[in-house]
């Protein structure tokens, strides 16, 4: 069972890496893991090499020969096998989704911002193996899991790539800095900050964990488009043509029916009030990229209770929730606890930021609950699969 911890040093807390180095340069922390992580890792190799070969979440190896290349997975025993002599790399995006441990060990990095958080990347390399020398355009914590890996940094590079489309690989790379890091060590890189990781032992693990930039394109197509699900037609929608004066020009487009067509429009745009609720919304959509594994069993209400009762209740790690406005949002969804009392909101509340903080609620926090309101709200959400009794592991 994996317990990681983050143990800020003395002379770096939480706040000071947000105040001296968060989005402005890099720091390397030793030993901000335990270096038992080697022994107890929230992510073994074994289960690296499994879901390497499936198509749950994105995965690929790249690799190098006489020069760069890259095989998208699911990637099979006999390719794995057939570059065993070149230097490579595995690399698994969203794992977090995955599994139970990874999905608690990347949320261990939510001091940042949680709706911030992208996901957990992992890589697996051999002697030699790396992605080559490349930059990116979001914040990243590179944890040091197993083995050693060299890191080398530079501030001011040229930004060509060479000529593989498919790895956006720096041509003209030059080190100005570099970092050995041990299972324990983490170092921080803020975007555009190029870098390159060369492991130097047999086996090298290492967690990425990428903070997302959020784009204001992205958000408002999202907050437009639960707008635009929730507007019947009515008879306002119709432009009034009586009021229109007929074109002396009919290749004209007059002032009069361009001012009514757009004060028509402007008048769908959504209120401040709701523009916020759908962005929440928005930021907990669940990832078309990746399958969710969680398929609760069909049981039944007492059932659900009695288990509660004696077991632990996760949350599903593909699924995304917040707490927003005394209301609960999941999967883009929102959960209404306004007909609660204010007793029962406070209990429920209490459960479900627990939920969301530490990944599961645990028996101890339910077996005082009497509230057949409140259990019914957890069972209501085992039934939508966002909790689960499951732990997931492959």
Excluded at 42 to 66: A, F, N
Excluded at 272 to 299: F, H, M, Y
Excluded at 300 to 313: I, P, R, T
Excluded at 328 to 336: K, M, R, S
Aim: hydrophobic content about 40%; charged content about 25%; some cysteine.
């Amino acid at each position: 069972m994996n317990h990681s911890s983050i143990n800020w040093p003395n002379d770096l807390s939480e706040k000071v890496f947000k105040q001296k180095y968060w989005q402005q340069k890099p720091v390397l922390v030793r030993n901000l893991f335990s270096k038992d992580i080697v022994k107890n890792p929230p992510i073994t190799q074994s289960e690296i090499i499994r879901i390497s070969q499936t198509d749950l979440v994105p995965t690929k190896c790249i690799y190098k020969g006489k020069a760069w290349h890259v095989k998208n997975g699911p990637l099979t025993p006999t390719f794995l096998k057939k570059i065993e002599s070149n230097c490579w790399t595995i690399l698994i995006d969203k794992i977090n989704t995955q599994l139970t441990y990874a999905d608690r060990f990347f949320h261990l990095f939510n001091f940042i911002d949680l709706f911030r958080l992208k996901d957990l990347m992992v890589s697996l390399s051999n002697k030699g193996g790396g992605v080559g020398p490349h930059f990116d355009s979001y914040d990243v914590f590179l944890v040091q899991a197993y083995g050693q890996k060299l890191w080398q940094l530079s501030h001011r590079f040229d930004r060509t790539f060479t000529n593989n489309p498919d790895l956006k690989i720096l041509k003209y790379f030059k080190s100005e800095e570099e970092f050995v890091l041990n299972p324990g060590d983490v170092l921080y890189l803020p975007p555009n900050v190029a870098h390159n990781g060369i492991a130097i032992q047999d086996t090298s693990i290492t967690y990425s964990i990428g903070l997302r930039t959020p784009n204001i394109l992205d958000l408002t197509d999202k907050v437009f488009f639960y707008h635009m699900e929730n507007i019947s037609f009515d008879s306002d929608s119709l432009l009034d043509y009586k009021k229109i004066k007929p074109s002396t020009n009919p290749m004209a487009f007059s002032d009069q029916l361009a001012n009514q067509i757009s004060g028509k429009i402007s008048n769908l745009f959504p209120k401040p009030a709701e523009i916020k609720k759908n962005l929440v919304k928005s930021i907990t959509e669940s990832d078309d990229e990746i399958l969710d594994r969680v398929g609760n069993n069909e049981i039944s209400f007492s059932d659900f209770h009695f288990l509660l009762g004696k077991n632990n209740l996760n949350i599903n790690p593909s699924m995304k929730a917040i707490f927003w406005k005394d209301n609960f949002f999941y999967n883009g969804e929102e959960l209404d606890l306004s007909t609660l009392s204010e007793k029962q909101y406070r209990i429920i509340k209490s459960l479900l930021e627990e939920l969301i903080i530490k990944r599961m609620i645990s028996v101890k926090s339910v077996s005082r609950i009497k509230s057949s309101c409140i259990l019914e709200i957890l069972f209501f959400l085992y039934q939508q699969n966002l909790v689960t009794f499951k732990h997931l592991s492959i």
